[in-house]
């Protein structure tokens, strides 16, 4: 599913932020993971794919990038409000995020989604470097053994290739072909 289309889908959703907190109290749950990884957020409904899963909504800018922290722009961070702040990373995610309305990303299924599965998403499609997950835990069988960062995936990764990172990092295609010919 390309951009143009989810963000098409996105222009029926409300304005309005207490609306976008009560889809999110109906769509997910946050509940303990029952492992190492503490608190997840786990679908409270079944979804198709491109549905949004979770609407992220801005709590307050980060002057630093921390473990918590969105990366909107380069140097600019922000910490989303629950639910969004708990989604888990996981290599082989079944959520990508999409730029909304609201400043934020949201969280929108690339899969079928059953209720009561843990929804997660890859670190690496909105941090150029990511701090949050030195190790990873997802236990997937495409473990990278920890998010890593943008600049870290390959630049045939799914996400990449299907457009599901952030905006600004759209800008960095150069980053690659640099990379490359020095590898």
């Not at 495409?142 to 759209?170: E, M, Q, W």
Request: some cysteine; aromatic content about 8%.
């Amino acid at each position: 599913m390309s951009d143009t289309h989810i963000n098409q889908d996105l222009s029926i959703l409300t304005d309005d932020v207490a609306c976008a907190k009560q889809l999110n109290a109906r769509n997910v749950k946050i509940l303990s993971t029952g492992g190492e990884r503490g608190r997840g957020v786990f679908a409270a409904r079944d979804f198709l794919p491109g549905e949004i899963v979770v609407i992220g909504l801005i709590d307050r800018m980060e002057t630093v990038r921390t473990t918590n922290s969105f990366q909107l722009d380069w140097n600019v961070h922000a910490l989303f409000h629950k639910p969004a702040v708990i989604v888990n990373h996981c290599c082989d995610p079944n959520l990508a995020i999409v730029p909304n309305r609201f400043g934020a990303y949201d969280f929108v299924a690339i899969q079928h989604i059953s209720s009561g599965a843990e929804v997660t998403w890859n670190y690496a499609t909105s941090e150029f470097e990511c701090i949050g997950v030195s190790v990873c835990l997802c236990s997937s069988r495409n473990c990278r053994g920890s998010a890593g960062g943008f600049s870290t995936l390959p630049r045939d990764h799914p996400l990449l290739v299907s457009g599901f990172y952030a905006p600004y990092l759209k800008k960095t295609q150069g980053t690659f072909q640099e990379r490359d010919r020095v590898a």
